[in-house]
DNA sequence: TGTACATCAGTGAACGCGCGTTCACTGATGTAC
DNA sequence: TGTACATCAGTGAACGCGCGTTCACTGATGTAC
């Protein structure tokens, strides 16, 4: 005996709870996602129907968890920018003997250029901040200056202004050489990039 | 006695002649502006509607000039490099003396920070092109080259080749620290980023 | 512990706005005779 | 040199698509009794 089913509706494509567990979790997911594709594509790369599919979601939902595009964005942001820090931290191996070192090689990798879904953030936001509001400069203006202070950390300690200054020098050159690498079809070109800022990296360190 | 005139047809806005010549001045003029348009505004900022008002006409005669949006697009883009580079040869002072100098003190100027749509197309797009095309990454690959040739070329004469990866360092950190100084809500870190910026250049370039 | 009900996460069709593009039209340009 | 006509730069209404947002609805959750 043959059974034909046409037109079967259907299946609930989860078990489909609205637990208030699960609605954290994908709230935490659009979230994570959300901070990926900014830092791939840009602020204006985020689409709403976009990211709620890739989250395993419907657009319609979006609205029970962001009053707007725009404050996903708002929550968003700070997100890819501690993301992308936490990465890079981890890229930093031993931090005791040469901690610039290893910061500068985990910076300036090809694995980083090829990711920057998963890298810092300052590096691939810098140019859409720059014409953004003051709210984005504020944050990205609040993560360089850590930033310029951790590098100064692992300097000799010299004059503290002198190595605060070194650190936004060295990460004015790690951030433009990332970005001119990823920018850049060349791929000798884009290599060269990220060794002569490496090198120019560690020269400005130890001046 | 009082004459009231309702309804008065607006004056023709021009003589609005259609000559070849006046076609080919609109031509330059929309050029020059998307050009300018793009380095303030990335690509995503060229609106045909915007655009052709600021220049003047209407929108429907956009397509007697251009195929498309991607059309303009490709053809300002290389205007805008272009321009940008006309600028920054004529910030340099007198190239005999110290050459890298006066580049260095005219690209991170608070002037080029200040104004984006007549400055450098490689700072003001890299972000933009890092996630464009090839024929985007390609001109600012060759423009890139260009200038760092040309900042190698002001160094003393050492080996050619560690010559041109300065050049790229130096193109790196002055490129970094200009997106970054913009990216800045912060005055005075903006200010330090440029003032930094400067000192390594210098630094790197003197070694 | 069990039952009834309110809440609300998620669905998917529909709406409205912005924007690139098209098109019928105008009138000066510039050419053919 | 003058006249008739074809060309085409520019106009502005209209179209269509993409996308953010809204809304009526579904059904599991979780609470009140």
Known sequence: MVCIILNVKPARKTAMGHSRAEKAENHDR???LAAERIREGGLAA???VELMRTAGLTH???YRHFASRE???AQALPRA?????????AGKPDAGSAPLRGFVRGYLSKAHRGDPAHGCAIAALAGDIARAEPGPKALLADRLD???DAVAAGLGGEDPAA???TGLAVMSTLVGALILARAVDD?????LLLQSGREAALALGSR
Request: glycine share 10%; aromatic share 10%.
């Open 30 to 32: 659009i979230l994570a």
């Open 46 to 48: 985020i689409n709403v």
């Open 60 to 62: 319609g939902g979006f």
């Open 71 to 73: 404050d996903l964005l």
């Open 81 to 89: 920018f501690a993301d992308g820090e936490a990465r890079a931290a």
């Open 146 to 148: 850590a930033s310029a």
């Open 163 to 165: 190595a605060y200054r």
């Open 187 to 191: 791929r000798d070109l884009s290599d």
